[in-house]
């Protein structure tokens, strides 16, 4: 459950622009311009002289928001709507200074012009200098329907410091430190709502605890058991509470605190749930037994009815998962989300017909057809049926799923032997999706080089390349294919494309410098590469590996041994080890070059660079025994 503040929820058209302080603070504006002209000559520039002028007349209408945009808010409750101006008791007049009369009346236009973040950053710096915390209010309001987070924090902890009597505003900023994973700072403006007198979303300040260092989760957990002593009958302090114990590995306690809320309101659906899952962790015998007995006291709690679904599916009780969403498109027929579910159930359940036909319904209902589409070509291919599994997964569009189903289908077509379809099903693929051609083009060339179709992948490339001149997947790519082909040159021109435009880019520096490395003895310029790319990325590990196996045909061994068990130390690769084992070997400690590679054998029988690497020295691991 969440809750959401006063100060955001009012209807901007009759709250937020014409309710009785903003227009007090229009009429203070033009009564302070006619002051100002009375008894002052001032000389002014034309658009100031417009500004006074049009305080001579009444605001206009409101300003009517785009209906796309949605007032959002953070953890507060909903106001009560306001009644007419002529009901509300206006609020002190505060005297404007002189320096903020000109940049209000300029806030003032901008919301006429409706170019509200002109006017919210305006609002909220004179809200920062002016003590009145109606300005401030005001400028929360807008913050709030731009839904521009960093403002409302500041505007909402200044209301807050302003009104001693607005819980809401220190809700609001709560909410907003919980959503900026700052649970510490929340839990103070928390102490401040609770002592005006506000509700809180308690158990969100928990949202970030496993992010948190011990130290933060010391103070947190402090702040947390500090409220439920001084709030011991606050339902949501004392889920908190229960959340709090859970994430501490003591789970009777978290029980304990959970018991007197759910005698008192068993039906309390956080509560319900986390005392569920509790007991699911404990592996009780009726972890369900308050889910259902609260499903039959209220059959059409669908919020209720989803969670106890889901935590079925998640134990692999699938078929009272199913029966429970059926249950839930009784309830709402057409809801995809519920019916999306269902069919996802029934595939983990191996119930491949009813998922193929919710799949099929949820496409007849247009409703997220690109899963329905993947799914289904999944299904298909668990059923070797190859050509509507294809069929289906070519239907998939941009969405996350959109490069694994265009994957999938053109491994099928290539497992059916036929590289013509192949290339078609890409070439219709990228005419149909434009906006993705450059990653379908390395996705083809990647597949044809995968089945050894190395000439065509690098027609692919270069067809690409025409296209996208400064790809930097593209080039390196091509490059990557041309070294396999041999083609040492084709590679580095194309790494040297990418430094062109990308000269920091610590990847390339590296590949280039490596590949100068084994291919050349241009030993020094590859140093001189991977220096500088251990310079862009410390530590990392294929970098390290690198810069020792040059430093070594350089001569310098020492620098060498160190850099390559650094290298292994952080990642134990089979190339790694042939390469530190080598160093050691020709160093004069076979022992513990004989050590490694027998290490990373008994990982990786197969690593061909050890193996190599044995053969090229004459080492017979089978004939050596480590004393």
């Not at 306001?82 to 206006?90: I, L, R, T």
């Not at 070439?427 to 597949?447: D, K, S, V």
């Not at 990373?600 to 029988?605: A, G, T, Y």
Request: proline share 5%; charged share 25%; with cysteine.
């Amino acid at each position: 459950m969440s809750f959401r503040g006063p100060i955001i929820a009012e209807d901007i058209q009759t709250a937020a622009y014409k309710d009785a302080s903003l227009m007090g603070l229009a009429s203070r504006l033009c009564h302070h311009c006619c002051m100002m002209n009375k008894f002052h000559t001032i000389a002014m520039p034309l658009g100031v002289l417009l500004l006074l002028t049009a305080c001579q007349s009444t605001l206009p209408g409101t300003i009517t928001p785009p209906e796309s945009q949605q007032e959002t808010a953070g953890d507060t409750p909903m106001p009560e709507k306001a009644g007419s101006v002529a009901s509300v008791e206006s609020p002190p007049e505060t005297p404007i200074p002189a320096a903020s009369l000109y940049p209000l009346l300029q806030a003032e236009f901008l919301l006429r012009q409706r170019r509200l973040d002109e006017a919210l950053e305006i609002l909220t710096r004179q809200a920062m200098q002016l003590q009145d915390p109606e300005l401030t209010r005001r400028a929360l309001r807008l913050a709030e329907f731009r839904q521009n987070d960093r403002h409302a924090l500041v505007l909402s902890m200044r209301l807050s410091d302003q009104d001693s009597d607005d819980g809401a505003a220190a809700v609001t900023a709560m909410g907003l430190l919980i959503r900026a994973g700052q649970p510490e700072r929340a839990l103070v403006f928390a102490r401040t709502a609770k002592e005006r007198g506000s509700r809180i979303n308690a158990p969100a300040l928990m949202v970030s605890w496993d992010k948190l260092g011990p130290d933060r989760q010391r103070r947190t957990a402090e702040a947390i058991e500090s409220l439920a002593v001084d709030w011991p009958e606050d339902q949501d302090i004392a889920i908190a509470l229960a959340y709090l114990y859970r994430a501490q590995n003591t789970p009777s306690k978290a029980l304990d605190v959970l018991d007197p809320v759910l005698i008192e309101s068993p039906d309390e659906e956080r509560a319900l749930l986390l005392w569920t899952q509790i007991q699911l962790d404990q592996k009780d015998n009726s972890p369900f037994k308050r889910m259902r007995a609260a499903l039959k006291r209220a059959p059409d709690n669908e919020t209720l009815r989803l969670q106890f679904a889901r935590l079925l599916a998640s134990t692999e009780q699938y078929d009272e998962a199913r029966d429970q969403f059926a249950a839930l498109l009784i309830l709402s027929p057409r809801n995809g989300d519920y019916l999306f579910s269902l069919a996802l159930i029934e595939i983990e359940a191996k119930q491949l017909d009813a998922a193929i036909a919710n799949l099929r319904a949820l496409v007849d209902l247009g409703q997220r057809p690109d899963e329905a589409y993947y799914y289904l070509g999944r299904v298909y291919e668990d059923r070797f049926e190859e050509a509507d599994a294809i069929i289906s997964y070519d239907r998939v569009g941009p969405s996350r799923e959109f490069f694994d189903a265009v994957r999938r289908a053109a491994e099928l077509r290539l497992n059916a032997g036929d590289t013509r379809d192949f290339q078609d099903g890409f070439r219709r693929t990228r005419r149909n999706h434009p906006g993705q051609a450059e990653q379908l083009y390395g996705l083809e060339a990647e597949l044809l080089g995968e089945i050894d179709e190395k000439e065509l992948a690098i027609a692919v490339y270069s067809e690409a390349l025409d296209l996208f001149p400064e790809s930097v997947s593209l080039l390196y790519g091509r490059a990557m294919t041309f070294e396999i082909l041999g083609d040492i040159a084709g590679m580095e021109n194309d790494l040297r494309a990418i430094l062109m435009f990308k000269p920091n880019n610590a990847t390339t520096l590296n590949a280039l410098g490596y590949t100068l490395t084994v291919h050349t003895s241009r030993y020094q310029e590859a140093a001189d590469l991977i220096e500088r790319a251990l310079a862009l990325s410390p530590g990392e590990p294929a970098i390290l590996d690198s810069l020792g196996w040059v430093y070594f045909k350089l001569g310098r061994f020492l620098q060498a041994a160190d850099l390559l068990k650094e290298a292994y130390a952080r990642f134990p690769d089979a190339e790694v080890a042939a390469h530190l084992g080598e160093v050691l070997w020709v160093s004069g400690k076979e022992q513990d070059a004989l050590a490694i590679w027998r290490a990373s054998l008994q990982q990786q029988p197969d690593a061909t660079h050890v193996t190599q690497t044995l053969e090229r020295l004459g080492v017979l691991l089978e004939d050596t025994a480590v004393e």
